[in-house]
């Protein structure tokens, strides 16, 4: 049997775990800064910009957290009635984790999350999770099309454009019918996992709609935050730093992602901003090279706030 003092050690722990997660990945992380670019270069850059826009920046950022909840709060308007604050310490969490875990890792807490706090299954936490995703990956698509229609002028391409811009509709459309026919194809025993699959679609064209809407809402406002941000740091023209940000992001929700988006975010950055115009010239890649790192190191920041906001909501008494 545990003594009265070991058990306390352990519940202290257990309350208090995602604040010392949290606290383990800022020190991480900012050892490494100053091990690879250093802080004062980092610092100077910032004081470049400015206090007042930094700030600005971050505040619009976290702003798209409570977006993202509000998404999930009206999927799930059943389990989450009245616990909002609790489901945003979930997706908090479940956004810290997936940006330090490497390869999209990170992702299979939300459902785990979902279920322990609300009583979800995993298999429709899961569900809604890939859907939501779906939608993500979707939003930031038809943003890159738009570049791209917009570079070749042609009503062809911008046709094209159109029917993606489209498809999630003719998905939500046909959900039925593709269950049906999984529910003919796959075992008994596996019919209820599409059950609970179909569970964790929405249930009705407004919830579809509203969810759309929030997804391209919230893309929206965090693209144009981070191009914004990639201007202020001196990327020109404003096409490459729209295209910066979505190149960014997109690496983001793509599986090939490194712990902490380390390398492969502001990879994803110089790719997208080269794509759209990005000048090659030397003081211009170096430019470049220190905004991603920037853009990079703003977006860690916008996380660990909503997760320091978050912490103190929806704990359980242990």
């Known amino acids: 049997m545990k003594s009265p003092v070991v058990a306390s050690r352990q519940s202290w722990f257990a309350r208090n775990r995602m604040m010392l997660l949290t606290v383990a990945i800022v020190g991480a992380y900012a050892l490494f800064i100053q091990w690879f670019w250093g802080w004062s270069s980092i610092l100077e850059e910032w004081a470049h910009v400015g206090v007042l826009p930094i700030i600005a920046a971050l505040l619009l950022l976290t702003s798209t957290y409570f977006l993202r909840t509000w998404r999930i709060y009206d999927y799930f308007p059943r389990e989450t009635s009245g616990r909002f604050r609790a489901l945003f310490r979930v997706t908090q969490v ?9 390869f999209r890792t990170g992702e299979t807490s939300f459902p785990v999350l979902m279920r322990t706090e609300f009583g979800i299954p995993i298999a429709r936490g899961t569900s809604a999770l890939f859907v939501m995703r779906l939608l993500d990956l979707h939003a930031l698509l038809a943003a890159a099309g738009i570049g791209f229609a917009a570079s070749q002028d042609r009503v062809l391409v911008w046709a094209v454009w ?7 509709v003719a998905a939500f459309a046909a959900r039925k019918s593709l269950l049906r026919i999984a529910t003919g194809l796959l075992p008994a ?10 569970n964790g679609l929405p249930s009705n064209p407004p919830t579809f709609a509203r969810a759309w809407a929030m997804t391209v809402i919230n893309w929206l406002v965090k693209v144009l935050v981070l191009a914004w941000s990639l201007r202020l740091m001196g990327v020109f023209p404003i096409s490459a730093s729209f295209g910066g940000a979505l190149g960014g992001e997109l690496s983001s929700v793509l599986p090939v992602h490194a712990p902490g988006g380390v390398g492969t975010y502001p990879a994803g950055i110089t790719a997208g901003a080269f794509a759209f115009g990005a000048s090659n010239e030397a003081s211009a890649l170096a430019t470049l090279a220190q905004a991603s790192i920037n853009a990079h190191l703003l977006i860690i920041v916008s996380a660990l706030t909503g997760t320091a906001i978050s912490l103190p909501f929806g704990r359980r008494q242990l």
Request: no cysteine; net charge negative.
């Open 94 to 102: 479940h956004n810290l984790l997936n940006i330090m875990l490497p």
């Open 162 to 168: 159109a029917v993606f811009l489209l498809l999630p």
């Open 189 to 198: 025993k596996a019919q209820e996992i599409v059950a609970e699959i179909e």
